[in-house]
């Protein structure tokens, strides 16, 4: 659906994330020039008018939150093709891509990342609202590291369609709190317990439970006991594995009761974290009502009495007889020999630790080449190491969009720095092929990550040499998905087609040739276009139509004469193609 304008003011640019009720895209709003998210609906709840009343209830009921963790639902509207939700646009990976690719974090990064989204989620809580759904895909990890719920209180729309909340189930069914699978309404509480199954996820790399059905995963998290992060993470620290138990509990009385109870017990974490201090479990403890009875304190030494101090009166005699002071030999011997491997084992210590490699901070890498992220590793003695490389529309090849260790934590030298890498556009322009060999153009369209038809047209031409390509589809200059292929038709030189797309000569045998008629409104453009007419058929690929516009106009092309049972159009706008569609022969008019 890119290049599509959607109630004549959103035009789709490019495909964010394609779910099982909403296929999101970001979209540039024609009517005030900034850019926008549209959710398209699927069906079938597209077409079920309860279920877009329902949205439209949470769009005004959710608008009153304010708060940068929250991506505003701004409307819900429709055209004569789709129904859409738009909101603001946030920019970024999900949180359960960052889990899926670079899990498990470290203790700070968890706490942090857990820290945003409470931050969050604290904000529809003290508004006596619920999100309802908290899981991986409906937060975005921003370019600052912050997280940004999406979808707010969409859940509440869900039951208002017969068929959404089947639909939805194998996405929630992993963050779902027992006493909703049993039948509860969401609350704070089942909030809660998602937060707590993504801190799990953050910290170990891994759900808490798994099951081969949805139905089995809801059995789990209502049965199946609490697990400890520490069994999969040793180096979590007590405390923390303590909060995620809490959140996660059964029972959401033994819950924390909203996501800013959960919040102040990770800012102490993390406060303790950054200082270096020791926490002990409970980190709260409730007050005793009534006065406390204070009983006086023994007066504890603040540092050990010196005989330089002493009264006189606890002066020891400095004259003892020779058997107080002697010590057997044995005892001596061992005293020296347990001294000695105390020694040693102070000098092996001394010895790691001075030669072990010293802490460095990660510098922000985001936005580099990878060339240029091993120059900045260098001096600090990390290496890089590229983890994957993901299509991007927005950024250039090569270049870095995520890090792990985040920016700013701390390595030691010779640590190993990991990234997922720009692969470019999704999309790239064919080269123009005419004149080159096959091999040439492979080789050419190699680089763009493209390839060949199998199949290879072949027609005469007294202007191309032989072997040399005559035209291509798609033609030069036409935007396509990598991976595409190209199909070629070459040269055999001065004489008669051969290829057996061409048509043979006029016989009773003679393909058919029908009449096609085209109308097209030119959309999606706010300057005059030139707008060019693609056809495909058995006869190869050629122009029938190449005229300048004005935005609204009718482009009305003279009538097309196809060759074969069907023919496939191609309409471009400044030579990138808008659409692509075919017709059999059926609608057309033939000709005698």
């Not at 003011?9 to 779910?19: K, V």
């Not at 990991?418 to 680089?447: C, I, Y």
């Not at 495909?536 to 935005?551: A, Q």
Request: one cysteine or more; hydrophobic letters at 35%.
């Amino acid at each position: 659906m890119i290049g599509t304008v959607l109630g004549t003011r959103y035009e789709l640019t490019g495909l964010l994330h394609d779910g099982s009720i909403f296929a999101a895209y970001s979209a540039r709003d024609r009517s005030n020039g900034r850019d926008v998210c549209v959710r398209v609906i699927k069906p079938p709840c597209s077409k079920e008018q309860p279920f877009l009343e329902g949205l439209s209830h949470v769009v005004a009921r959710y608008r009153s939150i304010q708060s940068p963790g929250i991506e505003p639902l701004m409307d819900v509207d429709e055209d004569e093709t789709s129904s859409y939700v738009v909101s603001e646009l946030t920019r970024g990976p999900s949180l359960g891509e960052r889990i899926r690719k670079l899990a498990p974090f470290s203790v700070p990064v968890s706490v942090g990342t857990s820290i945003s989204i409470c931050q969050a989620l604290d904000a529809v809580h003290r508004a006596g609202l619920v999100h309802g759904d908290v899981s991986g895909q409906n937060i975005v990890i921003m370019a600052n590291g912050d997280a940004r719920l999406q979808l707010t209180g969409v859940w509440e729309a869900y039951s208002s369609s017969p068929s959404a909340g089947a639909i939805v189930l194998p996405s929630m069914a992993p963050y779902m709190a027992p006493e909703v699978s049993s039948g509860s309404m969401p609350s704070a509480a089942s909030d809660v317990y998602a937060v707590g199954i993504l801190l799990y996820e953050l910290l170990c790399g891994r759900p808490p439970y798994y099951a081969d059905t949805p139905i089995a995963t809801a059995m789990k998290h209502a049965a199946a006991p609490t697990p400890s992060v520490r069994e999969i993470n040793p180096s979590v620290p007590p405390v923390l594995d303590e909060i995620v138990k809490k959140a996660m509990a059964k029972d959401p009385a033994q819950r924390y009761a909203n996501a800013g109870d959960l919040l102040s017990d990770l800012r102490l974490l993390q406060d303790a974290l950054r200082f270096g201090k020791s926490l002990t479990w409970p980190l709260r403890t409730a007050p005793v009502p009534g006065p406390v009875p204070r009983t006086p304190a023994e007066p504890q030494p603040v540092a050990p009495r010196m005989s330089a101090i002493r009264p006189e009166e606890e002066e020891e005699p400095r004259q003892r007889t020779r058997a107080d002071r002697d010590v057997p030999v044995w005892m001596m011997v061992s005293i020296a020999f347990l001294g000695a491997v105390v020694l040693s084992l102070l000098g092996v210590w001394l010895l790691f630790n001075l030669n072990k490699p010293k802490l460095v901070t990660v510098p922000n890498i985001r936005g580099l080449t990878t060339a240029e992220a091993r120059q900045r590793l260098e001096p600090l003695k990390l290496s890089l190491r590229v983890a994957s490389r993901e299509a991007d529309d927005t950024t250039e090849p090569d270049k870095i969009l995520e890090v792990n260790p985040d920016p700013g934590q701390k390595v030691r030298e010779g640590g190993r720095i990991s990234v997922v890498v720009s692969a470019g556009s999704r999309f790239v322009a064919v080269p123009d092929l005419k004149g080159m060999t096959v091999d040439k153009a492979k080789s050419v369209l190699g680089n763009l990550d493209l390839g060949i038809d199998p199949v290879t047209d072949e027609a005469s031409d007294p202007k191309v040499p032989l072997g040399q390509v005559v035209r291509q589809a798609p033609a030069a200059r036409a935007r396509v998905e990598r991976q595409s292929r190209v199909k070629l038709t070459v040269s055999t030189g001065p004489g008669e087609r051969t290829t057996r797309n061409d048509p043979p000569p006029a016989t009773a045998d003679a393909p058919e040739s029908y009449l096609y008629t085209l109308s097209i409104r030119v959309t999606g453009t706010d300057r005059a276009t030139d707008v060019r007419v693609e056809i495909t058929d058995t006869e190869g690929t050629r122009t029938v139509y190449e005229r300048r516009h004005e935005p609204g106009e009718m482009a009305s092309p003279p009538p097309i004469k196809g060759f074969g049972p069907e023919a496939t159009f191609r309409i471009y706008y400044d030579d990138e193609m808008v659409k692509e569609f075919t017709k059999p022969a059926t609608e057309g008019e033939r000709t005698e």
